[in-house]
């Protein structure tokens, strides 16, 4: 049995905290009861936030980015590839793309921890041998790694503020290194001849016109790549299929519209989806809960949408 599943911590844990001393920032984390969002200035397509929960606080859902945290208070509980895992303070956490997983507090004292969300390709281009192989996968989902867990604080600190050029690529590149160093070797460095300028080509366009309809027959256009290689290429590269990535910038287009007090059907519309509930299936899907919850969640944690 793993050492991080879910049978795998004792009750004398429930009281942990992650230690103040780790890190300059995190010391003065909120202590706001009741569950809650905090979300940070979104920043290169990279976010951030921080969650309070008690029981449960996601449903099984999936990302298309890399969803790398830090436990802060309490036990963190998911259920990952077939199989319930359980964080502890300052253990790190890694979701891969498009990996389907639930989360939420493991015992009555809550939970609280931080995460950053970072697209694929910021982790390819990060990595100087990542143009000609796939993303690195981490089979373990829960890690003990110190150069890990201080990248981490680096980067979740001050989650009001932004984290700014320099310091975003520099933590890049650190957190693309971590993320390398725990990969499975046989899945994440295979042989693969990736197009990174049409797949990019392919990206661009579904983030500008994911309001649209965007075929795989419009990127095969332009690529001049069978459509076929193309969604292979594509999910290698960005760990997810070219329909999902299309989805997912119609969802970060909601919440945007969202955080500007638009109406839930309005921002579906204006978002590419045929309507609100087309919407509400899609962003629960990805998120694992409702647009409604996700803006009710924010307004808890004193942020006004």
Known sequence: MSTNSTLGYQENNTAQTLDAGLGAGLERLCNTPGDGITSAPPEAGIERIEARFQGNGFSPHRHDTYAIGLTINGVQTFNYRG???????????????????????????????????????????????????????????????????????????????????????????????????????????????????ALKECSDLMKECCDQDVTLADLEAITQIDRYSLARQFRRAYGTSPHRYLVMRRLDRVKLKLQKGEKLADAAVGSGFSDQSHMNRHFKRAFGMSPGEWRRLHAAAGQTL
């Open 83 to 197: 199989e319930g895992q359980a964080s502890l303070p300052g253990q790190v956490i890694v979701i891969h793309p498009d990996e389907l997983h639930d989360g939420g507090a493991g015992n009555e004292q809550g939970l609280r921890y931080r995460m950053i969300y970072v697209p694929p390709e910021k982790i390819s281009d990060a990595l100087a041998a990542g143009r000609d192989s796939g993303l690195p996968f981490v089979s373990s989902p829960v890690l003990t790694d110190i150069e890990f867990r201080r990248d981490l604080v680096e980067a979740l600190s001050d989650i009001e503020c932004e984290i700014g050029d320099l310091k975003r690529d520099c933590l890049l590149a650190d957190l693309a290194a971590c993320l390398k160093r725990h990969a499975d070797n046989g899945k994440s460095n295979r042989p693969a001849v990736l197009d990174h300028k």
